[in-house]
């Protein structure tokens, strides 16, 4: 990359998981608006194909209407390529297929067991993560490599698992996650306020939260706006809202919850809850919100199917082709999301705060060192440095350790390859509630159903 | 007290709750043989006619056959009178009475929760703590007039909870908690040891531990005897007896295990949990080992009913009076009891290592500080120093961790007269899986029962 | 205050020591370019008519050419006064008058002692911090009487023992210390990479720091801007100047320095120290750089007199007659002062990252908790969280763990009245390299001079 | 090694330095009335001919009127041999020869540092860690090799560093270090009580001490003995005699000294220095106790010249081959030393406590972790486990973290064989009170007069 007077021209971008039909599109679209950033993109992908769809999607972003900065798309065949010489890394992959998601989600079930997402904790976090972490290790020695002074991001689930594999396998990996999860907590709290006091709040970012937890497990133990005692105005909203829940925008949505999970939560802790009820439920003792589709319906909330994801991937694959062909034109929305910003903030365009995954050095200081975990950190020219967030809160503690202690049981045992271990910690899950002959039986049938992927398990 | 060339004269001892039928002749008998120790027992007890019974006791086993030392017993009509010039302190009262043990141990039945002691964590143990540390403050701050340089002793449940008031109320106080349990599960290694090399092992102590937890959810991460692999023999003890239990030497006991649970958990952890069965059971999820009576029954242990703990009493009552009307005679056993030989250590007669209660001042590095844990210490002339135990072992850690939260709430509920704090503790405890407003309905009902000893809660 | 659609309206600003005849001027000047932030400033003063003639001068700053809000001054005769309703607090004290400095600065000298400044560290800052911190809890009580809410800015030197003082008195009080040394470094960083690569640095804030230590002793342990490699081009910065220093732009100034000392210190441990070198060679060994007037001329920095000090005063005192009778117009001016900034970021009004001294939670945990260390913190919307710094590198933890050791000891000496405690920490000073009768002779001597205000040390 | 029922036998000691003609004679003696403990000594030294010497020798004390135990002693060639399934290994050499040691102790004396010792810490200290750190490396990677279950004892200085590099080299080392210094001050504290109350005090262990530091600049922070008030009884001691100095036993030794630097240590902290004079004093500031000759005189200590160390070699060989010859006879003594105690504490033969050197895993909670520090440790069968042993007290916290630091730099720098590295460490020592260009022509010198055991650092 090179400064000029003008911005920063030449900037490399390289995207693992670069046949994204879905993410890779939203960076497109925010890249084609960043005005003074202008660079390359390098595509890489195990499905090369999906990968040189990108490419020519991306190309066409430079046409769009309202675009500002021309960006170069390539797809690469290999990761060498795609890495060498990158000033950015984004790892956004599928760990496998939705056919071994779907055993992940749906095998349980038959034990009684029922998840919500299945991608992070619970048995098919678990299996996820036991498949994921080699590919991770793979990535970053590549990393190590190919570009070891890159910033790396990443937006794969299990979030923690996955940038705890890439630091464990590369110690001067500068690498952080990214997850969404909070931001629409920050907007449940603005609409709170907004309701309370008809206060204009135009975008999340005005209320300031203190985050801290595990990702997809985090807890805002303070939020601030103005001179609003922000935390009695939640601690009314939940009083309003938590019988009836919060109506949602589109009753049919396999995301969308009611929050009435997160509101119980707070009833029994005094602190918000900072993911949504799918994810937070999982964290939880599984008779409290998952025993099965009656309670979860009445906590109002949902199960996302993985055939609902498989239909999504064939209609997502299908307007690929459409925006490929120029059937369908490629425009430039507002995502929302927060890559870009991050990025200029490390090119030091700009500090710039927001929550991220990291490695605890001490933010938040009653759990372990070394475990990923999330809080706000401070983004500053080529530089992230968490924020001290202060203590879990008693009682949430208890949850959130068991959750911290499960990570780092997991990634030594994917480290390790050691199924036996990764039983341990499977057999230790808050959804895992069975005597251990049962836990076995379910664990070696997950194994089973996903083994195409274990084999650096079974050498 | 006096150090003389023969030993030390003039000791004074103060027993709170000197009324006690039970450990009290313990210590009478173990005192009556300490050879070189001698001096006097003020025993102070709410029930002033049970403390003088004891004193009639005590003064007999002066000649009782084998005795060696002399010790003058008094009852005391008030705690400073008993206190003033003692050179050791021993608490050990039953706070309240066996109808509220009732209430503790038996009401949660009626939402599927069984208990099989009930005295030290779940429902029961929690509002036992409510009713049982007002009364500890009390003591702590008699203490601190009376006698702020005596060493204090404590036996009564909830021990981590006495401990940690003790040191809140007073934190200048020289105070720690003894529990034999974890001898018990020594006596188990020792006899595996056996069983596998045929080694001639006379007591428990041989067999060298460490200990880390807290109070009654105690583990041995080491166990050694000579150069024998002791952790390998233990794994073969589990795997030969986990399914059918180790025998017990009485089947009707009230309170022994065939040690099913502490194999299950060691299959779980790879770590020798170390108390009974009874009490290991409350630290886990309910569902584990604590459905119903039937799956207590498969992992053959018992609950110990509180109907027999009223019963036993009547039979301990009855013996005090043949005792003091000399119909009984006192005599002197092998109490197999740890408190002679500290006291001993403590006054410079010789170190002593064994595993009491104190404040986490990093002994078990991942707990947090000031939690009350359990670990080895080191007793040499007026000092008692935990010995470094090491960090509670990822697995076992998201239990214990827990259990050390939960203490500090309680300790914080109860220090504050805070019953909605302490209502947040009792719903997040593991066999509490109750939805909210269930959980309110048991808590407040268990505080309604027992609201006589409560009070200071509802000023 | 009051958010309205313009802005806030009506904040009020506490300003204590308000009689101030420098740092109160460059307040009103930025206050009066606040744009959106409009309200009123109390000057609460020992001297009451030096705060008077503020009000005069403050309230003429609403006419200044360029002024573009308005803000009322009054000043206040008692301190509750001007502490009620504030919702900001400045402490910028003068702690005695510059007759006890000159027995702090230069009473040592007899005994070849030699401090360049004398308000921090050394035999003169411990004395200085004797009278100062009784009257900062009088302060402090005062704010947790009428304003608990407020947040506090100190200004007062010894900065690190002024902020614990605040949080030991008032451990719910909401203050940090405001510092410009490190500014001067960043500075000078900012030459460097113009001198190396004649980039256009046109404020200190574009070179992103790693701050870390305690005030004046404070470290930068990571430089960024943009793809350079500044902490390569510093060194070759220090190889160039070391020898020579850096040409000052005022050389008869008695604060400004040739950097000599910091870039020995650079080669002594590799980490730039960001602070002038008449504070930095106060905290080194005496022998280092303050043997004799001599040493001091040869490493290039100057002892800033207290007679200059005096005469000064004397300037200034005049001005503010000026300024009071019209005889001097009072302009606006860039003060390049961080108050405002932080104000506003607290306000809401922007996020906004600047280093600052607050107790140590964690952001550098290789230093005592609780102890007032400097770092970088995040400034957010009524919130300032600690941005976490890293350890300090070894060599330097030698130099800093001995300043932080030393603050925690003068700290208790001067809350509990203990001047043989005080007595302690000043023998172990690197400045009082004398054997004990003769330290004591010069403390006893020091304490004579000022014994004015330390009356409550022999109560 | 064989447990049978009259006790151990066939047990394995490896002795690397086993040529000693001091440590090992005394060990020699110990084992020969060890009573139910037997086998055999392997004795290597690069000296093969003094090893071999001490094989006849140690056979002679089979003989030796008051034998009661036979161990059989064999001079090995090849460290291999002699590890090979040894159940101990004691670690006692000379790094290099007294020739290096000439230069380490006496060349800073040109530059007026004054080193009463040399081998610890300061330049000589540093020195002599660089060549003695890969001599340690060699041996722990041995023992990894060749007994990776024995246990090790080092006896080497410098102490802490050794057990650090052992640590290092071999994480799953089980090695500890023993050093008498502590022992001389608990007879010391044993004499003052005993002076005080006319107590019959027969050995130092009968006074009970918490333990703390770093090897040679170790405290105690408390001392007990009965009822005592020891600590106030040390204070009077001190006042008593921190002008005159306690009356040496031989004032010609070249080690003794009056206890007068340890007083002062006293006066400055109120904590009990925990070594001899000599080496408290290479810890301070050099110009508190040696800044020449005249002020170590009045101090009433020594400095012990190399060439002493020459001399008595030569006395001691030409007593090895009298003893050899039979000139002489080996005769039992009571040594006092505690090696053969721990190691029977090790077997499972009694429980035991007393101060180590162990890396720091908490029991000393402000020094930094894996630093190795002396504290306390429990001695119970295969297992050292330290004792917690509190913070060091505020003030000598400042020294002490000094050497700490120190100690974590050279082992750095020896393990990297970095010497610029070591420069750093050696210019931040208290007793190279030099500008920079002046240490480093000291320390240029010092490496070159001991090139010949530095060759790894000019690879």
Redesign the interface.
């Known amino acids: 990359?090179k400064?000029t007077s003008h911005g920063i021209e030449n900037l490399k971008i390289a995207y693992i998981g670069g046949g994204s039909r879905g993410w890779a599109w939203k960076l497109m679209s925010d890249l084609a608006v960043a005005g003074d950033v202008s660079g390359q993109v390098d595509l890489y992908d195990i499905n090369y194909e999906a990968a040189h769809h990108n490419e020519i999607i991306g190309n066409k972003f430079n046409d769009a209407a309202g675009a500002t900065t021309k960006w170069t798309y390539h797809a690469r065949r290999t990761i060498g390529e795609a890495l060498t010489g990158a000033d950015f890394v984004i790892i956004s992959i599928l760990p496998a297929t939705f056919d071994e998601m779907e055993s992940d989600v749906h095998t349980p079930e038959k034990y009684g067991i029922y998840q919500p997402v299945g991608d992070t904790t619970g048995p098919g976090g678990i299996i996820r993560a036991l498949r994921t972490i080699p590919m991770i290790e793979v990535i970053a020695k590549a990393i190590e490599k190919y570009c070891p002074n890159a910033w790396v991001i990443n937006y794969t689930n299990p979030m923690a698992l996955c940038i705890k594999s890439l630091y464990d396998t590369f110690p001067g990996i500068k690498a952080f996650g990214c997850c969404h999860e909070v931001f629409a907590v920050q907007e449940l709290i603005a609409k709170a306020v907004k309701e309370a006091t008809g206060a204009e709040i135009t975008e999340r970012k005005?209320v300031?939260t203190?985050v801290l937890g595990v990702n997809h497990f985090t807890w805002i133990t303070?939020a601030?706006?103005?001179?609003l005692d922000v935390n009695k105005i939640y601690h009314d909203f939940v009083e309003k809202y938590c019988e009836s829940g919060v109506p949602k925008d589109n009753p049919d949505s396999v995301f969308e919850c009611a929050h009435r999970v997160k509101f119980?939560l707070y009833?029994?802790?005094?602190v918000i809850a900072a993911a949504g009820d799918r994810h937070l439920s999982e964290f939880c003792?599984g008779?409290?919100y998952l025993k099965n589709d009656q309670q979860i319906s009445e906590w109002d909330f949902v199960r996302t199917p993985v055939s609902w994801r498989k239909e999504d991937l064939n209609e997502r694959i299908a307007r690929s082709e459409r925006l490929c062909s120029g059937e369908e034109e490629v425009t430039i929305q507002n995502t929302g999301e927060d890559g870009v910003r991050q990025i200029r903030a490390l090119?030091?365009l700009g500090?710039y705060?927001t929550n991220v995954n990291l490695p605890n050095?001490?933010?938040i200081?009653?759990l372990?060192l070394g475990i990923v975990v999330e809080t706000?950190a401070?983004f500053?020219?080529?530089?992230v440095?968490?924020?001290?967030?202060?203590a879990v809160p008693?009682?949430v503690?208890?949850l959130v350790?068991?959750a911290a202690?499960?990570q780092?049981?997991v990634a030594?045992a994917a480290r390790e390859r050691d199924l036996d271990l990764a039983f341990?910690?499977f057999?230790?899950d808050p959804l895992v509630?069975l005597?251990?002959p049962t836990a076995r039986k379910l664990f070696d049938e997950m194994v089973e159903n996903t083994k195409e992927y274990l084999i650096e398990y079974f050498k």
Request: proline share 5%; net charge negative; no cysteine.
């Open positions: 990359m400064y005005a300031k203190n303070d601030r706006y103005h001179n119980d009833k029994r802790y005094g003792e008779s409290w090119l030091g500090d705060t050095m001490g933010q200081p009653n372990p706000n401070a500053r020219d080529n530089s440095d968490p924020i001290f967030a202060g008693e009682g503690w208890q350790s068991r202690d499960a780092a049981m030594t341990k910690a057999a230790n509630n005597d251990l």
